[in-house]
């Protein structure tokens, strides 16, 4: 009877999408319920078990470069929050706990800036985020307003089907992607900025969120990127 529900919920999800909505629309719109906890967590993890097989159906031959760019143009393992990449605490994280969540499983990327203004000290522009690594974009949040208390901001998350990992790159001013977007290593995604409930405040310096998920069977599992990050190309 219990599974019977989950299907019944898993269809009637995906009729209230348009009809040309694509898998990457689907993870974007689960997304979106897991974050605000509009959604339970059995039926979410099930859903997105069946999304993340589509997913590498859909996209698996759309990635392939090995190598991978620091995430933030013109930075890099400097940057790096923390001593020796210790900013990374998963403990507590879980991804089904949506915007409740805990623990700090991600690296901060901070930037070089006069005040909090979030933009870059010399050039007075906004520092561009680049793809970490090739991938297929499935979640975007474009807008957010203070006191929202969505703790991202502005966000995006971009799947990579060969490692099957996703990539989270929160706290920007500018979204330039969108769901299904392609995206190869090293290519501007968004532009750095303050949003978010803990980035917004003045007691923060302007930072990248950069966090990193491998996927299996449905857990969500926090994976440490900092080897990655100081070994990265960088632009």
């Not at 800036?113 to 520092?127: F, N």
């Amino acid at each position: 009877m219990r599974i019977t529900l989950i299907l019944i919920l898993f269809l009637a999800f995906n009729q209230a999408l348009p009809a040309s909505a694509t898998v990457c629309d689907d993870w974007n719109s689960l997304e979106k319920s897991i974050r605000d906890s509009t959604i339970d967590r059995t039926t979410a993890r099930r859903m997105i078990i069946e999304l993340n097989r589509l997913l590498i159906d859909a996209h698996a031959d759309k990635t392939g470069n090995q190598a991978v760019h620091f995430p933030v143009k013109g930075y890099g393992p400097e940057s790096i929050g923390g001593r020796h990449g210790n900013d990374f605490k998963p403990a507590g994280y879980n991804f089904y706990d949506g915007n409740r969540h805990g623990g700090h499983p991600a690296h901060d990327l901070f930037i070089r800036e006069t005040g909090r203004d979030a933009l870059v000290k010399g050039t007075g522009k906004p520092a561009e985020i680049v793809a970490f690594s090739d991938g297929v974009v499935i979640a975007v949040n474009p807008s957010w307003e203070y006191p929202s208390q969505i703790r991202g901001g502005k966000y995006v998350w971009i799947f990579n089907p060969e490692s099957n990992r996703f990539y989270y790159y929160a706290h920007l001013a500018k979204t330039l992607v969108s769901p299904g977007d392609t995206v190869k290593t090293g290519e501007t995604i968004a532009l750095l900025g303050r949003t978010g409930k803990n980035a917004y405040p003045k007691r923060s310096p302007t930072h990248l969120h950069f966090m990193c998920l491998s996927f299996s069977e449905g857990r969500m599992t926090p994976y440490n990127t900092y080897q990655e990050l100081t070994h990265s190309v960088v632009r």
